[in-house]
């Protein structure tokens, strides 16, 4: 006997349930971080399932870029490494350090150096081991003319006097995880930096930070890349900041996957959405329209298909 099929049955069609999610790179996640050692193959489908395309692995020790670039290759096409030590760092290079994260940019899977930088708020390294650590890998980005992914807290001076004497870097440069001030985000701008938002977005309430940057029209689309930075940066959508019309502007299938797999001890790459709807909400523009542009920004940036 033929099948008939039972009309009160929701039969859903795959197309379609993906014309509703929005098209997303999330260009730093850590991957490679203990929380998601148990289940991370159930954290890349959450992520595929809310519309995240491609995920960028960011490194902060010799251990994790090899970790890292371990993972892209299991997950080839989905997950990306990059190959840096962070500034926390600092104090653990070696004289071989720098050819050993050379073999490991070199492969099509490392997309760029980083995460590399200056932090003078955490003395877990001394300032003059940073800043040697920080030009050494600004020359290893130059030499084998990939991106580099930065990190600043604290030493807005000094890592702006090295950017300098390295210019022109000829190379794209990335602020991760930006949470400092409107004046310094302005300096990155002016050199040509692209801005990492994360959902720290969303406990900036100092007035002069990374709002300002988007209600100025300082910051523009073309110079963004978000990044979930999970497992930490949960984007806090019923945050006290956060006005009544932007947060009914949130769709509810963005807010489940925020809701129902995502809290502030771990953040998941699926919070993608829910940032790209805030942010497009700040700027005054489609959230469909901020997530092509920031993917279209990350897969020109990084060389990715």
């Known amino acids: 006997m033929a099948f008939q099929p039972n009309s009160t049955v929701k039969v859903l069609d795959p197309i379609r349930e993906n014309y509703d999610n929005y098209l997303l790179i999330d260009v730093g996640s850590n991957m490679v971080n203990k929380k998601f050692s148990r289940d991370l193959e159930s954290v890349l489908q959450r992520a595929k399932d809310s519309g995240v395309q491609k995920i960028i692995v960011p490194c902060t020790s010799l251990r994790t870029s090899k970790e890292a670039l371990r993972l892209a290759r299991i997950y080839p096409g989905a997950l990306y490494s990059t190959a840096g030590i962070h500034p926390h760092e600092a104090k653990s290079w070696e004289d071989n350090y720098y050819d050993e994260l050379r073999d490991i940019a070199k492969n099509p899977e490392c997309v760029a150096i980083g995460i590399c930088g200056l932090d ?122 956060l006005t009544d019309a932007l947060k009914s502007s949130l769709t509810q299938r963005s807010l489940g996957f925020l809701q129902r797999y995502c809290t502030f001890h771990r953040n998941e790459p699926c919070s993608l959405p829910i940032l790209v709807e805030l942010l497009a909400g700040f700027i005054g523009k489609k959230p469909d329209e901020v997530a092509l542009a920031t993917s279209i920004n990350a897969l020109k940036i990084f060389g990715m298909s």
Request: net charge neutral; charged share 20%; glycine share 8%.
């Open 120 to 241: 003078y708020n955490k003395d877990f390294s001394s300032p003059d081991i940073q800043r040697k650590v920080f030009e050494l890998q600004i020359s290893l980005a130059k030499e084998i003319k990939k991106p580099i992914m930065l990190h600043q807290k604290g030493a807005h001076e000094d890592f702006l006097r090295i950017l300098k004497t390295h210019l022109p870097l000829e190379l794209p440069a990335i602020l991760h995880s930006f949470t400092g001030s409107f004046e310094e985000a302005t300096d990155y701008i002016n050199l040509g930096m692209y801005i990492g938002i994360t959902g720290g977005l969303c406990k900036d309430s100092s007035g002069s930070g990374i709002k300002k940057l988007l209600s100025a029209g300082t910051l523009t689309l073309d110079r963004i890349l978000v990044q979930s930075d999970s497992p930490f940066m949960y984007p806090n959508a019923r945050a006290a900041n």
